[in-house]
C-alpha cells in the first residue's frame, strides 16, 4: 500500500474512534460562550488558528491567545486549547489562568486524565500518540502528525456541526472572509 493511502486510514481510523458525546459536549460549550479563545503550541497551534479563523467567518467572537489585539479572558468565555500531550507547561498555565477568571476550558487531545484534562470542563479525546522522541506508537507517521491532523479534522467537523445548527453555509460565511488581500 502507498503511504498516502496508509495516511488516509489512519486518519478514517482516528476519527471513528472520536467519541461524538464529547463532540456534543465541546459544541454546547462553544455556542454558550460569549468569546472563544484557541491556543496551542507549534504545528498544533496552527490548527487551532484555523479553528478560530472559521468560528470566526462564522460571526463568533474569536481570538487567538498571543496575538496583539487579543482582549482579557473573562467569566463566560472558553479558552479551547490542542494539545496532544495535554501537558505543555504554557497550556498548562495558561488554562488554570483562564479558569482563575471565570472562563470555561475545552481541551482536544490525546490524553484526558492529567494536565490541561484536571481544570477542562470538557475533553475530546483523540486517541493517538503525543509526539515522542521514539517514533513509536500507532502511526507511520513521525513524532505528533497523526494528532495534529485528526485536530484539524476534529475541529473542521465542529465547524459543519455548528454551521447546522445555526443554519448557515460557506456563502453565508464569505461574507466575513478577509478583503484586503
Known amino acids: 500500500m502507498n503511504k498516502r493511502k496508509e495516511v488516509a486510514n489512519e486518519l478514517v481510523e482516528l476519527m471513528e474512534k472520536v467519541d ?10 462553544i455556542e454558550s460562550s460569549n468569546r472563544i479563545f484557541t491556543a496551542g503550541m507549534g ?3 496552527f490548527m487551532m488558528r484555523g479553528f478560530a479563523m472559521r468560528l470566526m467567518h462564522m460571526g463568533y467572537k474569536t481570538y487567538v ?3 496583539t489585539t ?3 479572558i473573562l467569566e463566560g468565555d472558553v479558552l479551547v486549547l490542542g494539545s496532544g500531550s495535554g501537558k505543555t507547561s504554557g497550556l498548562v498555565a495558561m488554562a488554570k489562568k483562564a479558569k482563575e477568571m471565570g472562563a470555561k476550558i475545552a481541551l482536544i487531545s490525546s490524553n484526558d486524565k492529567e494536565g490541561i484534562a484536571e481544570v477542562a470542563d470538557c475533553v475530546v479525546k483523540i486517541e493517538t500518540q503525543a509526539k515522542d ?3 513509536s ?13 485528526g485536530l484539524l479534522l ?3 467537523s465542529v465547524i459543519l456541526d455548528l454551521m ?13 472572509h478577509a478583503n484586503l488581500e
Open 43 to 45: 504545528r498544533s497551534g
Open 164 to 176: 447546522e445548527d445555526i443554519d448557515t453555509d460557506g456563502a453565508e460565511m464569505y461574507k466575513n
Open 133 to 135: 522522541k521514539s517514533d
Open 70 to 72: 487579543t482582549p482579557a
Open 154 to 156: 476534529v475541529c473542521d
Open 65 to 67: 491567545v498571543g496575538e
Open 137 to 149: 506508537g500507532k502511526s507511520i507517521q513521525p513524532m505528533g502528525t497523526l494528532f495534529e491532523q
Open 20 to 29: 461524538d458525546a464529547q463532540i456534543e459536549a465541546f459544541k454546547k460549550i
